[in-house]
């Protein structure tokens, strides 16, 4: 099950967007898959936590940019009229739900 879960997890971040971007701007996938890519910045709010990684800890609802306030926000940005908002919102919000796999599969395994 771990590995299922690191897989699931890390491909969720890192290959998962690609696919996305193919999906929605297929003309311009490369570079919107990056700017999706780029949305995983928000992770930078495990900076403020201590300790930094806790394996059994749940980012969503624990981190300011994995809160509800944030998906909000994400969701917002989803009307803005440039392309790069756009997919770095998608980003975002397909980061929280990656991360909403990976709490459901802690609970899982407890």
Do not use: E
């Not at 193919?22 to 900076?47: E, P, S, Y």
């Amino acid at each position: 099950m771990a590995l299922l879960q690191f897989v699931l997890h890390y491909g969720g971040h890192w290959l998962f967007p690609f696919l996305i971007a193919r999906l929605i701007w297929a003309k311009h996938w490369l570079r919107v898959g990056c700017v999706m890519i780029a949305a995983n910045l928000i992770d930078l709010d495990h900076l403020l936590a201590d300790p930094m990684f806790d394996p059994d800890r749940c980012s969503i609802g624990f981190h300011p940019l994995h809160g509800w306030i944030a998906a909000i926000a994400y969701l917002v940005m989803l009307a803005v009229p440039r392309w790069w908002v756009r997919a770095f919102a998608i980003g975002a919000l397909w980061h929280l739900a990656v991360d909403l796999g990976d709490c459901t599969m802690q609970d899982w395994s407890r």
